[in-house]
């Protein structure tokens, strides 16, 4: 019996020094966004390789879980791929007392993708061919529409198939925001959010899904994001900006777009850039966004949170390209480091 | 049958030496603890039930009965319907279930009583692999081999043949209501075919041999005499197939097309319950839709509680008309 007690005693001696060690390493703890989760574990392996005491988890879990969770104070910050409505900071104002602060990260962008037999140019779209097709009043490739921008194609006149995203996303939320800013009808027939009441189409989960239905259906279109299409070699089109050029989405068309959006950018960091000025810029991109509360009452995590953001702004924006992510236009950066000063 | 299953009780005469006596062999322990183990059953399904209803305050008080009507899903406008995801779930349960029991239970059959027993047990090993499958898998399998099939050589097949039947009318994209049902009937056979042989292999020698005696030829007596006593139980299979098919997400998701429509096409893109409860939940940020999407997840439940209830009355009707003896 004795030696059972001092076995046991032992035992929870060795669990409690296991349990202190854990707590020697701050743990914080995030959720949200899936879109920039790569670049965002390549940040916070990075960051603890330099700062062993501070671990940083995140859960991809979407951008909607992220905003829930962030306000319902069970993670440390969240994030988000749209920026939190009026009516969701009021929420947040409400239930804390304070406010809760968007930092934006990383950019990215949704790029058309198509399958059409017999065509292997990259096709320009414009701003009406595209909102057209996904409202379902252009049935036909061979529409004149798509035809006036695409000189020297010869496009077929087959049904065009509809393919978005089946689950909420960041990537929807961005196409539709776009298509809200170029379209009318759009705006007022369908609005923007993570999921949307499509008017036509088929929905494929996931990027892959989408490519895959894309793959499987012949004269399909659909849209994925950049980062997704230059990684698995999907070719995509170009399309039609403010300034009436046709881009092609890469780094320095989206830094183009991210530098517009700069120049107009609150103090809050909520902004779309979609659909912004300068010749250079493609039309169809977005910042994604960290949402930390603008009160963390434990100093610790405070500073760690801090530390990180302000190592995010200068060296980890290094990581960014690898990845196929835009880097944040120098402005914005100088911006958010004052910001950062809010949080207490 | 669940009704007349009895704890032994503790009778008012036989008093409190006897609980003693019995709490002292474990046989009253066990009798406790087992019956929390029961209760805890019960508890969790109404737990779950009110989480449900509590969660759907907002659309319940919105939309009310047009719910279950309305054919709407704007998550950006909020206005909310069930009517397109009940209809895609029953009708591509009943695709999955009208391919299934016809196989699975010919397959059934054919292991338990015609098919020698090595063969027999060989073949159930590979069944029950085939049950374990993850249904990612089994989407993985849809969304390569069934979807192109199916846009190639079926629908086309199809379409030319009983194309003046509405069922197989309209564009083929290969994904879609019935896709969606093949998908489902490949993942339920398994069930099936397992349940139903081993309840199958439980009929009671006498009664082949007797009808053998008086006679019968072997298929007579399996047709006649086996199946009639083990429909309760080939019932049962049916619907824990069925039940599977309600509630399965991932392979219908990858396959069904996810598109809130109401068609006669089985070629027609759709989309069901669980397929949107999966799809949205993550990314509803609007209060009302993110327990819209709950408020479905409630009908989902009352639809396979309902479609149960309709299981058990069949299972007492079909036993009292078909064999008096199944329950002797």
Sequence with gaps: MKRITGNFLAALALALTVVVFAHAALSITGAGATFPYPIYSKWFDAYKKKNPAIEINYQSIGSGGGIRQVTEGTVDFGASDGPMNDEQLKAFQDKHGFGVLHFPTVLGADVPTYNIPGVTAALNFTPEALAGIFLGKITKWNDPAIVAANKGVSLPGNDIVVVHRSEGSGTTYIWTDYLSKVSEEWKTKVGKGASVNWPVGLGGKGNEGVTGQIKNAPNSIGYVELIYAVSNNIPYGNVKNSSGVFVKADLASVSAAAAAGAKTMPDDFRVSITDPPGKSAYPIASFTWLLIPEKISDSAKRDAIKGFVS?????????????????????????????????? | MAATTTVPSASPISGSRSFLNRLRDGDEIARMITFLFAVSVVLVTVLLIFELWQGSVLPRHKFGLHFFVTQVWDPVAEQFGALPFIYGTLVTASVALLIAVPLGIGAAIFLAELAPARLSDT??????????????????????????????????????????????????????????????????????????????????????????????????????????????????????????????????????????????????????????????????????????????????????????????????????????????
């Excluded at chain 1, 980890?316 to 911006?335: C, D, F, H, I």
């Excluded at chain 2, 379409?159 to 564009?171: E, R």
């Design chain 1, 311 to 344: 190592w995010m702004l200068k060296d980890g924006q290094n990581y960014v390209e690898q990845l196929s992510y835009a880097k944040l236009p120098k402005e914005v950066v100088a911006k958010e480091e004052k910001a950062l000063a809010k949080v207490q």
């Design chain 2, 123 to 328: 073949l159930e090993f590979f069944i029950d692999l085939l049950a374990a499958v993850p249904s990612v898998i089994y989407g993985l399998l849809g969304v390569f081999i069934v979807v192109p099939l199916m846009r190639d050589y079926a629908q086309p097949a199809l379409k030319n043949t009983l194309g003046f039947l509405p069922l197989f009318s309209g564009p083929m994209y290969g994904i879609g209501f019935l896709t969606a049902g093949i998908v489902l009937a490949i993942m339920v056979i398994p069930y099936i075919i397992s349940v139903s042989r081993e309840v199958l292999m439980s009929v009671p020698r006498d009664q082949r041999e007797a009808a053998l005696g008086l006679g019968s030829t072997r298929w007579e007596s399996t047709w006649k005499v086996v199946v009639p006593f083990a429909r309760p139980g080939i019932m049962g299979s049916i619907f824990l197939a069925l039940a599977r098919a309600l509630g399965e997400t991932m392979a219908v998701t990858m396959v069904i097309g996810n598109t809130p429509t109401i068609s006669a096409s089985l070629f027609s893109p759709g989309y069901s319950i669980a397929a949107i409860i999966a799809n949205e939940f993550t990314e509803a940020t609007g209060d009302v839709h993110l327990q819209a999407l709950i408020e479905l997840g409630l009908v989902l439940f009352l639809l396979t509680f309902l479609l149960n209830g309709v299981a058990r009355l069949l299972i007492v009707l079909t036993a009292q008309r078909g064999s008096g003896t199944a329950h002797a």
